[in-house]
């Protein structure tokens, strides 16, 4: 499995930060599949966590919500509709 795949199925398990995956050598929309994956993981968290079913095992500093979504928009990404920049602006 190459790292990209990795990425893209447990980006927490791969990287530390968010701001990691935008160093990658990965096209512009391969890094905001892997940070969108990020985001869909958190927000299934967050229910499981609502529902009394936390992870089994913590991350002693999960990532915020946030930072996905600085790191989205540093890539001209709009976090919330996942539109990617044009050339009209």
């Known amino acids: 499995m190459t790292r990209l795949e990795s990425a893209m199925l447990k ?3 791969c990287y530390q930060s968010p701001s ?3 160093e990658e050598p990965w096209s512009p929309e391969d ?3 892997v940070l969108r ?3 869909y993981d958190i927000g299934q968290l967050h229910v499981a966590t609502e529902e009394n079913m936390g992870p089994a095992s913590p991350r002693p500093d999960p990532v ?3 930072q996905i ?3 989205m928009t540093a890539m001209g990404y709009d976090p919330e509709t996942g539109a990617a920049p ?3 602006g």
């Open 11 to 13: 980006p927490a398990e």
């Open 31 to 33: 890094k905001f599949k």
């Open 20 to 22: 990691q995956v935008l």
């Open 86 to 88: 044009t050339k009209g």
């Open 37 to 39: 994956q990020w985001k």
């Open 64 to 66: 915020s919500l946030e």
């Open 69 to 71: 979504h600085a790191a």
